[in-house]
């Protein structure tokens, strides 16, 4: 069994920072890709940031230059910095990861509960 689980959104006054954290856990060989998704009401899921096990990271254009994903593979967690926040960051934030399972050998695609930033103007 694999989850992950978020943790670090709250509420938050437009300019202000947030770091969001994101734990793996239960058996698995290797964890590929992580990532972080966000989701308000009425709207898709879109990518925010997405970091591989080498460290490539790919970010969303509208977080450019205020977002920082990064990750600790010695720990399996994921993080998101968040800086200058804005009100149209306002979503649930979800952690993701691409991994590769063990009993049977598997590769799956895991998600979080989900964890609320709200950005005040």
């Known amino acids: 069994q694999v989850q992950l689980v978020e943790s670090g959104g709250g509420l938050v006054q437009a300019g202000g920072s947030l770091r969001l954290s994101c734990a793996a856990s239960?058996?698995?060989?290797?964890?590929?890709?992580m990532g972080w998704y966000r989701q308000t009401p009425g709207k898709q899921r879109e990518l925010v940031a997405t970091?591989?096990?080498?460290?490539?990271?790919n970010y969303a254009d509208s977080v450019k230059g205020r977002f920082t994903i990064s990750r600790d593979n010695a720990k399996n967690m994921v993080y998101l910095q968040m800086y200058g926040l804005k009100p149209e960051d306002t979503a649930v934030y979800y952690c993701?990861?691409?991994?590769?399972?063990?009993?049977?050998?598997?590769?799956?695609?895991?998600w979080g509960q989900g964890t609320r930033v709200t950005v005040s103007s």
């Open positions: 993701n990861a691409g991994l590769w399972a063990s009993s049977p050998y598997r590769y799956l695609e895991v």
């Open positions: 970091i591989i096990s080498g460290g490539t990271t």
């Open positions: 239960g058996t698995f060989q290797r964890i590929n890709t």
